[in-house]
């Protein structure tokens, strides 16, 4: 039974930074490549931050870029996003996901088949 579980949202002011963690297990973790989603109130859930499963490369979309990363620890199946200069905008859920086994298509939404349950993040002006 896969499990991805999130940590580490909450409330937090305008330019301040959090760090989400997600924990994954019943899968093979090394060889799939992890994404951060979100979705705002009324919003289609978006890909932000993906991660190869080798860990050598990662994606960006252009509204995160230079405020966020994404890395990994395959020895503690654990994916992790650090956020920087948080802005109001960046209120959302942010899901964690899985892509498909050995996939390189990381960086769009489609190659991703397993999700957890969601974190939110809140970003007060």
């Known amino acids: 039974q896969v499990q991805l579980v999130e940590s580490g949202g909450g409330l937090v002011q305008a330019g301040g930074s959090l760090r989400l963690s997600c924990a994954a297990s019943?899968?093979?973790?090394?060889?799939?490549?992890m994404g951060w989603f979100r979705q705002a109130p009324g919003k289609e859930r978006e890909l932000e931050a993906a991660?190869?499963?080798?860990?050598?490369?990662?994606y960006y979309a252009d509204s995160v870029k230079g405020r966020f990363t994404i890395s990994r620890d395959n020895a503690k199946n654990t994916v992790y996003l650090q956020m920087n200069s948080l802005k109001p905008e960046d209120t959302a859920v942010y899901y964690c996901a899985a892509a498909k086994q050995w996939s390189r298509d990381y960086d769009v939404g489609r190659a991703y088949e397993y999700w957890g349950q969601g974190t939110q993040v809140t970003v007060s002006s």
């Open positions: 991660i190869s499963w080798s860990g050598l490369r990662t």
């Open positions: 019943g899968l093979t973790f090394s060889s799939r490549a």
